[in-house]
């Protein structure tokens, strides 16, 4: 009993001194310039019962953008970090379809992580994966209203993964997949925060779908490190 | 074979070609619609036998794909037929003998796999119907071994594109659909050709070898016709790139004769374009193949405008081939401002299949040109009956 308990308090002391030597990241993604508008999808009518869910315009959130440049959905990580997934154990993400729409339209998770796919809809999707990287596998699903989450997992790397509906072709989504647990999507404020980074010199990368990829060398140590991105429009 | 089962059988080949060509037409809607993949599994559809899904589930990009599947089925019936056709009588023991075969089939799936009972459904009806059909089969000659061999040519092709049509969507892969679709083509030329051959006109054609046009003449239909069918095959991976318009404004491209396609001027233009579809990120290569695309089109309109004025100078008035030369160079100018439209609505589906279908239409007209001037034997000389003589005035006595 006593030998437990002498265990117990080294892993905390570990957990208290590894929390006490990491760091933090945090910062704000802006946009520079007008963004092309978003499209608005017209064609819902291309399955009624969408048409009978969806009674209001909806525009693919491509850019979404707040009043003083805040830049949603940017996927800030370390780059160049690999083998140090915490995915297996980490709870499952989710991906919804809900009216006929992918939500949210970017995620990220990790090599390893269980992300499930939902369909709320009363209606019948498929779920298709288009990966690249070599070790992710391309999938294909139907399922139905009703049906069970599909159970999605990727081995490697990879920047927005696509997600697409085949039969409601405006549907589609993209996940982030890293390869370690030290990564971020900025809110519709822009803002982000990546905790408990082992101090150290890092490569910052900022990616957004559209915008693209922006890169900062950084230090961390065991206070908090402010990253600003700011994407311009081309 | 009977002149009114010979017309019969024209006719018949005639309705596949057209039935080839609503095909091409569907499947350029599958791809306009990027709903290639919206039926997950194959050869069922959603679990389904396909002759049995319902129709309350056509919806979406289902609508596109699953009725492109039934019509490839409805193709492979027709041109089996018309391969069982050109045996004329002697087809009606394999009538039986095949229809027997399918009901047994088919108690066979019900006896082992009584879940399946809609495949069996398929095999008794297909069964049925073809012992119901040896009691009235035309009992007519055979066509010649030379047309019969391309009739089950047509049924290993057709065959053959149901399967890289559904390994395309089993597999995954891109690539099957480009040669999925410049099968396509070249099946509708077959058929095409078959049904020329089948006609009362060719038998004629054929007896009066000496209007054959000159060896120059031929071999400027073939070539042009290859060019035709090179072009479709760029077509054919434009459109399974699924990138949309790898170039959105025409004449010009990005506003220039030849656009930028350094790593920064093609990350510019991806980020400007914003679809409402999941269109994959457009590359240097897919400018080049857009471009080169560009540039084939003039060729192709030059090659068919350079085979219309040798067809006029050297053919006579009269002749059928300045006919459908003139349709051949009508058909590539349509085609030439369909691309530019297609370009303009930003790659609408209707126009852009339209785009297809006529280009399809174009390949068939000069591949049939091709073979005409070639005049292959395909009958037997029995077969061809009395000589006609020429009704078209000498190249002399013709002019231009």
């Keep these: ?234 | 074979m009977s002149k009114a089962t010979s017309v019969a059988l024209h006719r018949f080949a005639v309705l596949t070609v057209l039935a080839v060509l609503l095909l091409i037409g569907a499947g350029g809607l599958v791809t306009s619609h990027g709903a290639g993949m919206a039926v997950p599994d194959w050869p069922n559809t959603y679990g389904y036998n396909m002759f049995f899904f319902p129709i309350s589930h056509w919806i979406g990009g289902i609508f596109y794909e699953h009725t492109h599947r039934l019509l490839g089925a409805l193709v492979g019936l027709l041109t089996l037929i018309l391969a069982i056709w050109m045996h004329g009588a002697t087809a009606r023991p394999w009538l039986r003998a095949g229809g027997v075969a399918l009901l047994v089939g088919a108690a066979t799936v019900l006896g082992f796999w009584p879940a399946r009972w809609q495949d069996a459904v398929v095999l008794g009806v297909t069964g049925l119907a073809a012992l119901v059909s040896s009691a009235f089969w035309p009992r007519g000659d055979p066509q010649s071994a030379r047309l019969r061999r391309l009739g089950w040519v047509a049924v290993g092709l057709v065959v053959l594109q149901g399967l890289l049509g559904g390994l395309r969507v089993t597999l995954y892969k891109d690539e099957l659909g480009i040669v999925h679709a410049t099968l396509a083509q070249l099946f509708l030329v077959l058929m095409g050709a078959l049904a020329l051959m089948t006609s009362p006109w060719w038998r004629q054609w054929e007896a009066r070898g000496a209007e054959e046009p000159g060896s120059a003449l031929r071999g400027l239909y073939a070539w042009v016709t290859a060019l035709v069918l090179g072009q479709l095959v760029l077509g054919a991976t434009m459109r399974h790139e699924h990138a949309g318009l790898a170039v959105p404004d025409f004449p010009l491209a990005y506003g220039r004769l030849w656009p930028a396609t350094d790593p920064e001027s093609v990350a510019r233009y991806n980020q400007q374009r914003l679809e409402t579809r999941a269109l994959n990120d457009i590359t240097a290569t897919h400018i080049y193949v857009h471009m080169a695309h560009r540039i084939m089109a003039l060729v192709v309109v030059a090659g068919i405008a350079w085979a219309w004025i040798g067809t006029r100078r050297q053919l006579a008035r009269g002749h059928p081939f300045r006919r459908w030369a003139t349709v051949w160079l009508g058909l590539v100018v349509v085609q030439f401002f369909l691309g530019a439209w297609t370009v303009w609505s930003n790659k609408a589906a209707d126009v852009a299949t339209l785009h297809v279908v006529t280009g399809a239409v174009t390949l068939l007209v000069g591949g049939l040109l091709a073979v005409a001037a070639f005049a292959p034997r395909v009958h037997e000389p029995a077969q061809l009956g009395p000589q006609v003589p020429a009704v078209v005035a000498p190249a002399s006595a013709g002019g231009t």
């Design chain 1, 1 to 234: 009993m006593r030998g437990q308990n002498v265990g117990l308090l080294a892993v905390a002391t570990l957990g208290l001194a590894v929390s006490a030597v990491a760091g933090e990241i945090r910062g704000k993604v802006t946009l520079k310039g007008t963004p092309p508008p978003n499209p608005v999808v017209k064609d819902f009518s291309a399955d009624p019962n969408c048409s009978k869910l969806v009674k209001e315009a909806v525009y693919v959130p491509m850019f979404r953008v707040g009043p003083a440049g805040e830049l949603a959905d940017v996927f800030v990580t370390l780059d160049g970090i690999t083998g140090k997934s915490t995915g297996a154990s980490a709870p499952p993400a989710v991906l919804d379809q809900k009216g006929c729409m992918y939500v949210p339209y970017v995620l990220a998770i990790q090599t390893k992580q269980t992300l499930l796919v939902k369909n709320s809809d009363p209606l019948l999707h498929n779920v298709h994966t288009t990966p690249t990287a070599p070790g992710n596998k391309v999938r294909n699903e139907a399922q139905l209203a009703g049906g069970p989450d599909l159970r999605f997992t990727f081995d490697a790397p990879e920047k927005f993964v696509r997600f697409k509906c085949d039969v409601h072709p405006w549907m589609f989504a993209y996940v982030c997949v890293s390869d370690h647990p030290w990564f971020a999507l900025t809110g519709a404020d822009g803002t982000y925060v990546i905790k408990d980074v082992p101090p150290g010199k890092y490569t910052l990368e900022a990616s957004h779908r559209k915008a693209g990829t922006l890169k900062k060398e950084i230090e961390v140590t065991d206070g908090v490190v402010n990253v600003d991105f700011v994407f311009e429009i081309k």
